[in-house]
């Protein structure tokens, strides 16, 4: 006889199953043998022990069948008694069999609701534990990285009695990108409140957002969990990258880095002294030069000064030899001109001739001609009278020579030549027309003056000129016709002009110094 190890009942020594629980005898059911067991063997424990109870009841009916009663006499088994013993057992066989059916159906229906759902494709089988286990890998690189930052913050804390400001302080390593970059490529934040002495660390996950499920983090108080939780990913990841993992959890800077910062350190004070020593020397020079050219400035200032006042007094002689030469020019402009004496005082063309009218000598104009004497003239009264034959009547105010000066034309009712009823002015330098108003009907003109009066042919017409300063300005038969302000010229002789197609009768010419 043997036990079955799962529920304990006796067995054959032939029998494979057990015949209460199904069990293989002899060992432990395992995944494997369950798998190999028929169906009827696979039941749920609620089941096994339902079926159990069963049996055992069943066992205890069959004893009291069999077994007589203590303390009664053993009677003779007669037909009727074991028709009777018959009958029960066969009661109780159907009664069993009846209940092992019904087991059995509550065991298939309980067996298809917890059958899983059918297998994903095979495409689905191939792809998706190799992508699980790819993200997953990367996941764990992450832990592990936030686990040697986790290291190096509680190592600093324990030296330091806080927390470090930033990741930085741990050591320079820290200084590189890749170190604060989780194995997604993102950056890792450390954010830190000295004041309450609390941290978090976090990466954002593959997704890269912020405040979703994929994100990896750890406060300072969930720090000791999470190195417990993680350690397996942790140890790997520090296996894999011992270097790395000893440069993240260093705090300070190497020995060797000390050196390097010592002979920094003294090299940059080398280069402090000489910078400071070239500084003194370079601000002891700068001083010898400011003096230098404080000194050399106050030599020019009186330079200056005395130049200025030999300027101011060269000025003022110049001025009173000016005033005084005004003077003399004024007292020179003096014209008087009645044609008795003929062109005595004109430099004139050959064009120019002496007529008489009513007994009275006067010049006719055809052509070009100035006064002899008024090359320095600058301000002066010009008054003259003249009749107009053809077209116009022309003056010259301040000629230098016959190539510049000024030059007034008087146009009549019947000029065809420039606008009819008009005063145009001209600038006459070096042989050239400067031409300001780029009018088709005056070409050369750099002005054109509309009379308030018509100008008639053959009446003479009163003309006064004064010439003052850079102001020229006309009156005719007592009315002021134009003021007009120019600086080409400032000094010059007085005379009249008249075009081959131009004639001019003139009278009664008299200059004298302007008012």
């Not at 028929?38 to 609620?46: F, H, K, Q, T, V």
Request: glycine share 6%.
């Amino acid at each position: 006889m043997i036990h079955c190890l799962q529920c304990g009942a006796e067995q054959d020594d032939s029998n494979v199953y057990c015949t209460k629980c199904g069990s293989r005898l002899g060992a432990e059911t395992s995944d494997e043998d369950r798998g190999s067991l028929p169906e009827d063997a696979l039941l749920s424990g609620d089941s096994r022990d339902e079926e159990e109870k069963i049996l055992r009841e069943l066992k205890e009916a069959l004893k009291v069948v069999e077994e007589p009663k203590p303390n009664q006499p053993a009677q003779p088994k007669s037909p009727t008694a074991f028709a009777k013993r018959l009958w029960i057992t066969a009661l109780a066989l159907v009664v069993t069999l009846a209940l092992v059916i019904s087991l059995e159906l509550f065991r298939r229906s309980r067996y298809q609701e917890a059958e899983p759902p059918p297998a994903p494709t095979s495409t689905t089988v191939e792809l998706e534990p190799d992508q699980g286990s790819a993200e997953e890998q990367t996941r764990r690189e992450t832990i592990g990285r936030i686990g040697a930052m986790l290291e190096g913050i509680q190592a600093y804390e324990k030296a330091r009695k806080t927390l470090p400001p930033s990741l930085l302080s741990l050591n320079r390593s820290y200084a590189e990108p890749e170190n604060l970059r989780d194995s997604w490529g993102q950056g890792i934040l450390y954010l830190v409140d000295l004041t309450h002495k609390t941290f978090v660390i976090r990466s954002f996950g593959p997704d890269g957002q912020r405040d979703t499920p994929d994100d990896v983090y750890v406060t300072n108080e969930e720090a000791g969990s999470f190195q417990k939780q993680h350690e397996q990913a942790i140890n790997e990841w520090k296996v894999a990258n011992p270097n790395l993992h000893a440069q993240m959890t260093a705090i300070g800077p190497s020995p060797e880095e000390l050196r390097r910062l010592e002979a920094a350190r003294k090299a940059e004070e080398e280069k402090k002294k000489q910078q400071q020593t070239v500084l003194a020397e370079q601000q002891k020079r700068e001083e010898q030069k400011r003096l230098e050219a404080t000194r050399l400035e106050e030599e020019r200032r009186k330079l200056a000064e005395a130049k200025q006042r030999e300027e101011e007094l060269r000025q003022a002689k110049a001025r009173q030899e000016a005033l005084q030469r005004q003077r003399a020019e004024q007292q020179l402009v003096r014209l008087e001109e009645n044609f008795i004496d003929g062109l005595s005082q004109w430099d004139a063309p050959s064009s120019w001739e002496i007529i008489k009218e009513k007994d009275s000598p006067m010049l006719r104009v055809q052509g070009l001609g100035f006064t002899k004497q008024g090359g320095n003239w600058r301000d002066y009264r010009l008054e003259f009278e003249l009749k107009i034959n053809k077209e116009s009547a022309g003056w010259v105010i301040r000629a230098r020579d016959s190539s510049n000066f000024y030059l007034f034309k008087l146009a009549s009712d019947r000029a065809k030549a420039i606008p009819k009823n008009t005063l145009v002015k001209y600038i006459y330098a070096d042989g050239k027309y400067l031409n300001s108003l780029k009018r088709d009907d005056a070409p050369g003109a750099a002005g054109v003056i509309p009379m308030p009066f018509k100008v008639r042919n053959r009446d003479f017409h009163k003309v006064v000129v004064m010439v003052k300063g850079n102001t020229m300005t006309h009156y005719i038969n007592g009315i002021q016709v134009d003021s007009w302000t120019d600086d080409t010229f400032d000094h010059g002789r007085f005379g009249f002009n008249a075009s081959i197609i131009e004639q001019a009768t003139i009278r009664t010419v008299s200059a004298s110094p302007a008012n």
